[in-house]
């Protein structure tokens, strides 16, 4: 549908329902923001239907950390969306001189975002992304543009991608560097790892939209007026990615509700089956490796690391995924 006649709708929904509205408008949202953040990936709902300078880390707990942030001025003035590249270093054993940046994405960006990662993985032996996907799989350079496409999900972020004038990762990451490893299930151990936990998709997007509903009492987290004055504004697309943005700086700081006690197939199982082709890719000699991946997943990737691979965290650096000025 395009943006007039899904405005017009909206505005006579609006008049005839406004708290049936408000409510629809939260809840497409906060979807939109889970699709976004990388919790939830295309990739992943298509199996359902079969630059900022280096830093000193602070010595901070892991769950207190974030990897997506919404840079300000000294002012409070917004001027950027970031993502984390954080690096660690091994401290003992087979991993001692290794080192392995953790890498978020966000799955809708600035044309300039992806070119900066695309340089950047030309740094390191191998890249390790994530695709649920079968063993082998290719993505092709331009993504859904050369006819590549994973579902109907990605209809979804590229409305996004269209209405906040942004990019798509799959048509701007050039996954068919020699590098670049894939590094995530096939759709058959995903299946499994889902059936194993009892979990469906539908229960996690619910939790996901709960957690989200949960942050609009937040001090910093936009209102409903906000999210509609900022839809019909004519700078709709500067609006909202401010809006946001916003939201990420406050989802990002609440626990995570994805996983039961023996994780989630989604983040958990997706994660070690990612280490386990990061062991794999050590072996073989690499000593400079990174893991591209989706923010929400760096959290837990972070605890395996230093836990497993006796890594200790030595550097940060911010990357502008969206420019607010």
């Known amino acids: 549908m395009h943006a ?12 005839k329902k406004p708290i049936r509205y408000l409510l629809f408008s939260r809840i497409a949202f906060v979807t939109a923001v889970v699709i976004t953040i990388g919790v939830i990936s295309e990739s992943v709902l298509s199996q359902q239907d079969n630059a900022g300078a280096a830093e000193e880390t602070k010595r901070e707990s892991p769950e207190k950390r974030v990897y997506i942030r919404l840079h300000e001025s000294e002012e409070g003035a917004p001027l950027a969306l970031q993502t984390n590249i954080v690096s660690f270093k091994g401290t003992k054993g087979p991993y001692k001189k290794v080192t392995v940046d953790l890498i978020g994405a966000i799955h809708v960006g600035d044309k300039s975002y ?3 990662l695309n340089t950047r993985f030309t740094k390191y032996e191998a890249v390790l992304y994530e ?42 990451i050039d996954y ?34 709960g957690q989200g509903l949960a942050t609009q009492g937040a001090s910093d987290a936009p209102s409903d007026l906000s999210l509609i004055a900022a839809f019909f504004s004519k700078d709709r697309d500067k609006k909202l990615k401010l809006l946001m943005a916003k939201q990420f700086a406050v989802q ?21 089956k990612a280490l386990g082709i990061l062991k794999q890719q050590l072996k073989t000699g690499k000593k400079h490796v990174a893991v591209f991946y989706g923010a929400g997943h760096l959290r837990h990737m972070e605890e395996v690391l230093t836990s497993d691979f006796s ?12 420019q607010l000025k």
């Open 252 to 272: 990002e700081g609440l626990p995570d509700v994805m996983s039961g006690p023996d994780g989630s197939a989604i983040i958990t199982a997706r994660n070690d």
């Open 131 to 172: 695709l649920v996907a079968p063993e082998g799989t290719r993505i092709p350079k331009g993504g859904h543009k050369e006819g590549f496409s994973l579902h109907p999900i990605s209809g979804l972020q590229n409305g996004m991608k269209s209405m906040l004038k942004l990019e798509h990762q799959l048509e701007q």
């Open 4 to 15: 007039e006649p899904l405005r017009n709708c909206l505005e006579v929904s609006l008049m």
């Open 311 to 322: 890594m200790k965290r030595v550097s940060e650096e911010w990357v502008d995924a969206w």
């Open 114 to 116: 992806y070119e900066t």
């Open 176 to 209: 068919t560097v020699e590098n670049l490893v894939h590094a995530d299930m096939t759709p058959e151990e995903f299946d499994a790892s889902m059936k194993e936990r009892n979990e469906g998709f539908s229960t996690l997007l619910y939790r996901s939209i």
